[in-house]
């Protein structure tokens, strides 16, 4: 009787399990198939609610973006709507009479649009980040301080080949914020020219100092964080990494630092610090879509040649999803970024004060 019941219980058990499981993927599958029709139902109205960022959308459909730098414009251009249409609001209750919000509006799509290669400059474009094959040795880094850094740190032997990709990581993501500071710099320079040239000089006077500060505070938080970073390389790659280290992620540890800096109590720095924890996790998690993603439409081109039409409807469904996924995540990790800067940089500014 007792081995009766024993074997009732292990079957019951092992149908919870099962339950469970299928509860699992059935949430996962439904998920994606949410996800794709909202994403074909964006493409029969407009990606966007804003007709400008449509048609910035619309020209990128005709580059040779790789999939996950498309699904990156997308997260970049949602931010941007965002922006946009709180502007909207602000404006309609007279709330940026000045006209400052607005005008930082068009220098972020500017920046955008160099970003992805759309400004005419062919030289302008981030270089794609390859998810499959992340190979250092064809790439470069654009900058002779940071190649000697680099070059020192992989015949140091005070690395593994684990440490050496994350290094690697840290290095490619320094390069992409003097890059993103320089476009931004060229934006800000060219609208400030135009600013110049269409104020009459009786007008000149009014002209309040706050403005052109704000205007260069995001240079002024971007050229400290590339200052922070840049002393943060010199020391890992000399020294090698620090066993006790917090965070991995470029981004999270360019906040870390930059938050240590900053007038946070005690208090709020420790939940700061609990609070990059959860982006640093938000983050991975759309590292591993962008790769799968990426697998996914080398996936699709293969089968795409083949012919079998019931093969290639399965691999295009699973595309839309992942690429629906891999948007949404990364509005997500995006406006998170967002806030989180905007967070450090008021606390930078009242240390200023």
Same mark, same amino acid.
């Given at each position: 009787m007792a081995a009766l019941r024993a074997l009732v219980g292990l079957v019951a058990a092992f149908l919870l399990a099962a339950s469970s499981r299928a509860s699992k993927y059935s949430r996962e599958a439904n998920e994606g198939l949410t996800a794709a029709a909202a994403g074909a139902k964006r493409r029969e109205t407009g990606e966007f609610r804003v007709v400008r960022l449509n048609q910035v959308w619309e020209k990128a459909q005709r580059?040779?973006?790789? /999939? =996950?730098?498309? /699904?990156?414009?997308? #997260?970049?251009?949602? $931010?941007?709507?965002?922006? +946009?249409? #709180?502007?909207?609001? %602000?404006?309609?209750?007279? %709330?940026?009479?000045?006209?400052?919000? +607005? /005008?930082?509006?068009?220098?972020?799509?500017?920046?955008?649009? @160099?970003?992805?290669?759309?400004?005419?400059?062919?030289? &302008?474009q981030l270089v794609d980040t390859n998810?499959?094959?992340?190979?250092?040795? #064809?790439?470069?880094?654009?900058?002779?301080?940071?190649?000697?850094?680099? &070059?020192?740190?992989?015949? &140091?032997?005070?690395?593994?080949?684990?440490? %050496?990709?994350?290094?690697?990581? +840290?290095?490619?993501?320094?390069?992409?914020? $003097?890059? +993103?500071?320089?476009?931004?710099?060229? @934006? =800000?320079?060219?609208?400030?020219?135009?600013?110049?040239?269409?104020?009459?000089? #009786?007008?000149?006077?009014?002209?309040?100092?706050?403005?052109?500060?704000?205007?260069?505070?995001?240079?002024?938080?971007?050229?400290?964080?590339?200052?922070?970073?840049?002393e943060r390389l010199r020391k890992v790659s000399h020294q090698g990494y620090d066993a006790t280290s917090e965070f991995e992620e470029p981004r999270v540890i360019d906040l870390w630092d930059m938050a240590k800096s900053a007038n946070f109590t005690e208090k709020e720095l420790e939940s700061f610090r609990e609070e990059l924890k959860h982006f640093e996790a938000k983050i991975e998690k759309h590292h591993h879509y962008q790769k799968q993603l990426e697998i996914s439409h080398e996936k699709l081109k293969h089968v795409e040649g083949t012919g079998d039409k019931e093969h290639l409807n399965r691999n295009r469904e699973k595309y839309a999803m992942l690429e629906e996924k891999t948007k949404e995540l990364g509005y997500k990790v995006k406006k998170h970024l967002q806030d989180l800067s905007s967070r450090i940089s008021q606390g930078l500014q009242h240390n200023e004060l």
């Open positions: 580059l040779h973006l790789s /999939a =996950v730098k498309l /699904a990156e414009l997308h #997260s970049d251009l949602k $931010i941007q709507e965002k922006d +946009e249409l #709180s502007w909207k609001k %602000l404006k309609a209750e007279g %709330l940026d009479e000045d006209g400052e919000k +607005e /005008a930082k509006l068009r220098r972020n799509l500017n920046v955008i649009m @160099t970003k992805y290669g759309m400004n005419g400059k062919k030289d &302008s998810y499959i094959k992340d190979g250092t040795e #064809s790439d470069t880094l654009d900058d002779p301080r940071l190649e000697k850094l680099w &070059s020192k740190a992989k015949t &140091s032997g005070k690395f593994s080949d684990e440490e %050496l990709d994350k290094l690697w990581r +840290e290095f490619k993501h320094h390069k992409e914020k $003097i890059h +993103e500071y320089n476009i931004l710099l060229e @934006t =800000v320079s060219r609208t400030e020219d135009i600013h110049k040239n269409v104020i009459n000089p #009786s007008e000149e006077n009014l002209v309040k100092e706050e403005i052109l500060h704000n205007k260069h505070r995001e240079l002024k938080d971007k050229l400290r964080s590339i200052n922070q970073g840049f």
